[in-house]
T-cell receptor, first 114, second 110 residues
Framework: KAGVTQTPRYLIKTRGQQVTLSCSPISGHRSVSWYQQTPGQGLQFLFEYFSETQRNKGNFPGRFSGRQFSNSRSEMNVSTLELGDSALYLC?????????????FGSGTQLSVL | TQLLEQSPQFLSIQEGENLTVYCNSSSVFSSLQWYRQEPGEGPVLLVTVVTGGEVKKLKRLTFQFGDARKDSSLHITAAQPGDTGLYLCAGARSQGNLIFGKGTKLSVKP
């Protein structure tokens, strides 16, 4: 079956703009998590959605938001972009988001803020 | 403060050498996962260790979970160029998301 699909793969924006990233999980997976990856900080958890509800949230400002649709597809939005938001944004899906479940990651969206 | 410290940060070795990378924390985790990430791709799960003292083998890779469930190691025997990548450990706590270390970037030269 198809893996986790993230679109777009690359994105270039300027400061102050907003951006929406999309993630289609593996069919049948109901949990979608988002991570930000930078060379300096590594992978940092943004939030997790399950059955259209945000179930868990990391320590990111309110400019970072997300949502999940009834088909489990998820989007994340970043408003008022800052230079420091340049990063690889990874989405991961799992069946139910339980503690020891295997996470399946997409290839990510590389966001550059100029 | 990084909850999971990985060492070394970078490692460059010749094909055929053995290596060990470490993942340490002052916190107890209910389980620990190891991932490998190649350039331009997302991380791929290699193994999950759950029980303190557990050892798991995956071909030339040996994973160990510390007795106190605070640390883990990954040993690679006879490394090959295909082992090149970023190795990430991630700890699961009683509730909430996975906590990732910053990773060990491994380069295996032919």
């Amino acid at each position: 079956k198809a893996g986790v699909t993230q679109t777009p793969r690359y994105l270039i924006k300027t400061r102050g703009q907003q951006v929406t990233l999309s993630c289609s999980p593996i069919s049948g997976h109901r949990s979608v998590s988002w991570y930000q990856q930078t060379p300096g900080q590594g992978l940092q958890f943004l939030f997790e959605y399950f059955s259209e509800t945000q179930r868990n949230k990391g320590n990111f400002p309110g400019r970072f938001s997300g949502r999940q649709f009834s088909n489990s597809r998820s989007e994340m939005n970043v408003s008022t972009l800052e230079l420091g938001d340049s990063a690889l944004y990874l989405c991961a899906s799992s069946l139910d988001g339980l503690r020891n479940e295997k996470l399946f990651f997409g290839s990510g969206t590389q966001l550059s803020v100029l | 403060t990084q909850l999971l410290e990985q060492s070394p940060q970078f490692l460059s070795i010749q094909e055929g050498e053995n290596l060990t990378v470490y993942c340490n924390s002052s916190s107890v985790f209910s389980s620990l996962q190891w991932y490998r990430q190649e350039p331009g791709e997302g991380p791929v799960l290699l193994v999950t260790v759950v029980t303190g003292g557990e050892v798991k083998k995956l071909k030339r890779l040996t994973f160990q979970f510390g007795d106190a469930r605070k640390d883990s190691s990954l040993h690679i025997t006879a490394a090959q160029p295909g082992d090149t990548g970023l190795y990430l450990c991630a700890g699961a706590r009683s509730q909430g998301n996975l906590i990732f270390g910053k990773g060990t970037k491994l380069s295996v030269k032919p």
